[in-house]
C-alpha cells in the first residue's frame, strides 16, 4: 500500500486514541490530523485532554490550537482544512494518521458534506441578538414552524444547532432537513482503514472516564476555565464554553452549581457524550473494532496498520 492510504483512530472519549497514535510514531514516519471539535480551541488544554508538549514534540500534530474560544468553527472548514494538511503531509512522503472523536467530521470526511451554505457572520449576529432578547426555547418555537423534522431532534437549549438551522432558513429557505437529504459532496477520495477504539459495552468506559475528570481537576481544570471566565467576550453560549466539563465548572462560577454539583455533572454529561459517540460509531460499519480496555489493544492496533503499511 502507499503512503497515501490513510489510517483513521476513532473512538469514544477517554478510550486512549492519542496512546495508540502516539504507539504508531514508534514504528512508522507518520503525522497526526487531529479529528476532535475541542482541541481545536487555544487555552483549553487540560479539559479537552489536548496531547500535552512533549507528546507533540515526539510526532507532528495539526489542527490543534487554530481558533480562538470566541471564534466558530463548522463542519465543512474542518473539512478544508484536513485535506489541505493531507496534501501536505503526502508532499512530506509521510503517513497520514487521522485521530479523534468527532464523529460529525467523520462522516463528514469519509461520506461527504451534506449542500449546505457556509456561515454567515451577520446573519448569526441578528439571531445571536434576537436570542438574547426571548431565548433559545422560543428560538426553537421559530425552528419548530419551519422546519419541525430538525427542531424535533435539536434541543431547545442547544443554541448552536438552532442558530445553524434558522441561518441556513435564513440564506436558502429551504428547511436544513431537507439540504439534508440532498447528495452529499464527498472529497476525500484517498483509501482508508477506519480502527475504532471501543469497549464491549459503554458503562465500562464510566471508572475511567470518572478518573481522568478528576485528573484534569488536579492538573488545573478549574483554574483554566477560571481564565476563560474573565474574558468579557466569552459566554455559554459558545460551541467552545459548551464543551462537556466547561459549561459545568463555568456554572460553578456563576453560582448555579456547587463546586461538588459541578463535577458531578461534567463527569454525567462526559458520559453522555461517550453515549452519543457510541451511537454514532454503530453506524459505521466499516470500521474494525478494538477493545480499548484490553491490555493489548495498542498492539492490535499496530498489528493493523502493520498489514496495511508494509
Not at 476513532?10 to 510514531?25: F, M, N, R, S, V
Not at 479537552?48 to 500534530?61: D, G, I, N, R
Not at 459532496?185 to 484517498?190: A, E, F, I, V, Y
Not at 463546586?259 to 459517540?277: F, N, S, V, Y
Request: proline residues 5%.
Amino acid at each position: 500500500m502507499s503512503k497515501s492510504h490513510i489510517i483513521f483512530l476513532i473512538g469514544p472519549t477517554a478510550a486512549g486514541k492519542t496512546a495508540a497514535a502516539l504507539a504508531l510514531a514508534k514504528h512508522w514516519p507518520i503525522e497526526i490530523i487531529v479529528m476532535d471539535s475541542a482541541t481545536i480551541y487555544r487555552d483549553m488544554d487540560i479539559g479537552t485532554a489536548k496531547p500535552s508538549a512533549k507528546e507533540q514534540a515526539l510526532v507532528k500534530h495539526h489542527l490543534l490550537d487554530i481558533v480562538d474560544p470566541a471564534q466558530s468553527y463548522d463542519v465543512a472548514t474542518f473539512v478544508h482544512d484536513c485535506l489541505r494538511h493531507l496534501r501536505r503531509i503526502e508532499a512530506r512522503q509521510r503517513y497520514t494518521v487521522i485521530c479523534g472523536g468527532t464523529m460529525m467530521y467523520y462522516q463528514a470526511l469519509t461520506q461527504g458534506l451534506s449542500p449546505l451554505p457556509k456561515a454567515d457572520p451577520e446573519i448569526r449576529k441578528q439571531l445571536a441578538a434576537q436570542a438574547q432578547d426571548i431565548g433559545w426555547p422560543s428560538m426553537h418555537q421559530q425552528l419548530q414552524k419551519i422546519d419541525p423534522a430538525t427542531a424535533k431532534r435539536v434541543s431547545p437549549n442547544d443554541s448552536q444547532r438552532i442558530q445553524r438551522a434558522l441561518e441556513v432558513f435564513h440564506l436558502t429557505k429551504t428547511p436544513l432537513s431537507e439540504l439534508q437529504q440532498q447528495p452529499r459532496q464527498k472529497k476525500l477520495h484517498h483509501p482508508f482503514t477506519t480502527i475504532s477504539l471501543e469497549p464491549k459495552a459503554r458503562q465500562e468506559l464510566h471508572p475511567r472516564i470518572k478518573k481522568r475528570f478528576h485528573q484534569m481537576l488536579d492538573k488545573g481544570f478549574l483554574d483554566e476555565v477560571k481564565a476563560l471566565y474573565q474574558r468579557p467576550d466569552l459566554h455559554l453560549n459558545l460551541p467552545s464554553i459548551r464543551c462537556v466539563g466547561y459549561r459545568q465548572l463555568w456554572l460553578y462560577l456563576d453560582g448555579t452549581f456547587s463546586k461538588k454539583e459541578a463535577i458531578e455533572k461534567g463527569i454525567h454529561a462526559t458520559e453522555q457524550l461517550a453515549k452519543r459517540q457510541m451511537t454514532w460509531l454503530r453506524s459505521f460499519k466499516e470500521r474494525q473494532r478494538v477493545d480499548c480496555l484490553s491490555e493489548k489493544a495498542i498492539e492490535q492496533v499496530q498489528h493493523i496498520v502493520a498489514d496495511i503499511w508494509k
